[in-house]
């Protein structure tokens, strides 16, 4: 992970990730640093360190979750359905799709973003893949293309998740500048700050 900038590992079904895309790149801009952006596979990061996927969480603290996404939503003004029909399902189609559009230097901020909506505003399955050919014809992107792309970006997409779990992360989404750690959009400040202050070698 030798790459200056934001290494921003994150699952392409989190509602964090959703809440955090405009404030990061809005910080990344700013600060003149790049994004490198690496969709992980966040159950299998769980179960290497730890963490509990929310529908085996205990009911005070799914109910938490849902009072501070309602906050969060009030505060950012991006209302979003905390427990929407299609709730995190597969996202390994989605996920190598953004890695193999990300590989081809292309723009991926508006696609990971209308995936994300796609489940937390619009009740539409991501994992389905004439779903996802929707959303992504709604970018002007040739779903057929990326979808025979997608398969060869399995192994970057479990090396991403093993490159994230070796860096401390445990949940989405998680950013790390010059090998320091911030987990959850409710840190992106402090991320700015860092950058500002340890900003990276010419």
């Known amino acids: 992970m030798s790459m200056a900038g934001i290494h921003y590992y994150f699952w392409m079904n989190s509602d964090w990730a959703?809440?955090?895309?405009?404030?990061?790149?809005?910080?990344?801009?700013?600060q003149g640093?790049?994004?490198h952006y690496k969709p992980v596979d966040l159950p299998q990061v769980y179960v290497r360190t730890g963490g509990v996927l929310l529908g085996q969480r205990s009911p005070e603290r799914q109910a938490y979750r849902i009072t501070e996404l309602q906050r969060w939503c009030r505060k950012?003004?991006?209302?979003?359905?905390?427990?929407p029909r299609f709730m995190c399902p597969d996202a390994t189609l989605a996920s190598t799709v953004v890695i193999a559009i990300n590989q081809a230097s292309l723009p991926v901020l508006e696609l990971y973003k209308a995936i994300l909506r796609a489940q937390w505003c619009e009740e539409r399955n991501i994992a389905d893949p004439a779903e996802l050919a929707r959303i992504m014809q709604s970018q002007h992107l040739d779903a057929d293309y990326w979808f025979e792309q997608a398969p060869h970006m399995q192994q970057r997409y479990q090396a991403y998740t093993d490159e994230a779990i070796a860096a401390g992360v445990f949940g989405s989404p998680s950013y790390v500048?010059?090998?320091?750690?911030?987990?959850?959009?409710?840190?992106?400040d402090m991320l700015d700050e860092?950058?500002?202050?340890?900003?990276a070698p010419a």
């Open 18 to 30: 959703y809440l955090g895309a405009d404030r990061l790149e809005a910080i990344a801009r700013k």
């Open 194 to 199: 860092a950058i500002h202050t340890h900003p």
């Open 33 to 35: 640093v790049p994004i």
């Open 177 to 188: 500048y010059q090998g320091e750690l911030f987990w959850g959009q409710d840190r992106l």
């Open 76 to 83: 950012l003004g991006i209302p979003i359905n905390p427990t």
